[in-house]
């Protein structure tokens, strides 16, 4: 089946300590992206790509990295920077440019 | 002024109502709209695209008045499964990248 797929479904982390959040996606999607997404909030784009080894910084950046090595692949690393990371953290993948993404189930983080 | 602004709601309906959830965005660039829903604890799943003649799917039906940089969804005769989160999106602006509203929590009632 045609999806994409994030991993873990929950997490947990000490504080401190970096994490790296799995996205995965088949459906031969240029563009991916990472959402984080707090109670009563909506998404709030942290990166994204257009294309393979080329990413930019969403709005809140600060603490978190990527990488696009593959076009099917796009993990997000949370670091020991980001002040705030307990939360849902949802990829998402698209054609391209102008058209609508479709999300993974996500992965709920929490730090202990 | 947020990038895309909804309603607040929560809003509370009888199955059966017609309910309407409004959006504004403030990117004049942006080129594309969608509707998203979400489900508690879940990921948003894409309910429909907005076009700028306004378009239906079943009891669904979304406009777009780029004058006034506005959105509408309607669901006409709600269901109890309708009860979900409902996320406006714009799309567009020299970096593409879609902004998410923060969405209006429906409730449908039996």
């Known amino acids: 089946d045609g999806g994409i797929t994030q991993s873990p479904k929950y997490l947990f982390r000490k504080e401190g300590q970096n994490v790296t959040l799995s996205c995965e996606q088949n459906?031969?999607?240029?563009?991916m992206y990472w959402y984080r997404q707090d109670p009563g909030q909506g998404l709030r784009l942290i990166y994204y790509s257009q294309i393979v080894n080329d990413f930019q910084k969403g709005d809140i950046a600060e603490g978190y990295s990527v990488s696009r090595e593959k076009k099917e692949s796009f993990p997000l690393t949370v670091t020991s920077a980001q002040k705030n990371p307990t939360a849902f953290y949802l990829c998402a993948s698209s054609w391209g440019i102008a058209t609508e993404a479709f999300f993974g189930q996500g992965t709920r983080l929490t730090v202990v | 002024r947020k990038e895309v602004e909804q309603d607040p709601g929560p809003f509370n309906v009888p199955e059966g109502a017609t309910v309407a959830f409004n959006c504004t965005y403030s990117n004049s660039a942006s080129q594309s709209f969608f509707w998203y829903r979400q489900d508690c604890r879940k990921e948003p799943k894409l309910l429909m695209s907005v076009y700028s003649s306004g378009n239906e799917d079943g009891r669904f039906t979304a406009q777009l008045n780029r004058a006034s940089q506005y959105i509408s969804l309607l669901i006409r005769d709600s269901k109890l499964s309708d009860s979900a989160t409902y996320l406006c999106v714009a799309l567009g602006g020299s970096n593409y990248k879609l902004t998410f509203g923060k969405g209006t929590l429906l409730t449908v009632n039996p």
């Open positions: 459906l031969n999607h240029d563009a």
